[in-house]
């Protein structure tokens, strides 16, 4: 797990959310809203459009905007919103890789 500078509340925010994934460990009064949703009704909380998804999902090792990210110890995750990248990239490798993902990409992740 690569160290990100997180704020001491935002620690204490993930530590509990990760704790909650434990299915059993916690009541449901402790569950994440999304945990509700998605185990009462199958559905989410956040919007599914693409920009929510990206941000979800994407934007903490691409970074907002797509720029690429640097974390210590890390390999720098690709800048995918670069200009140069984008004209280079066919759709179809930037659906699979949404897809698939790129498992050398993240190697060391985790």
């Keep these: 797990m690569p160290v990100l500078s997180l704020t001491d509340e935002q620690?204490?925010?993930?530590?509990?959310?990760?704790?909650?994934?434990?299915?059993?460990?916690?009541?449901?009064?402790?569950?994440?809203?999304?945990?509700l949703l998605a185990q009462r009704f199958g559905e989410r909380e956040f919007a599914t459009d693409g920009a929510t998804l990206y941000g979800t999902f994407c934007a903490a090792c691409h970074g907002p905007n797509g720029e690429g990210m640097r974390y210590p110890g890390m390999a720098a995750f690709p800048a995918i919103g670069n200009p140069d990248f984008l004209a280079i990239a066919s759709d179809r490798f930037i659906q699979a890789t949404v897809q698939h993902g790129r498992r050398a990409a993240h190697a060391g992740v985790g």
């Excluded at 620690?11 to 945990?35: C, M």
Aim: no cysteine.
């Design 11 to 35: 620690i204490d925010g993930l530590v509990l959310y990760l704790q909650s994934l434990r299915r059993g460990t916690y009541p449901e009064a402790f569950w994440p809203k999304d945990r």
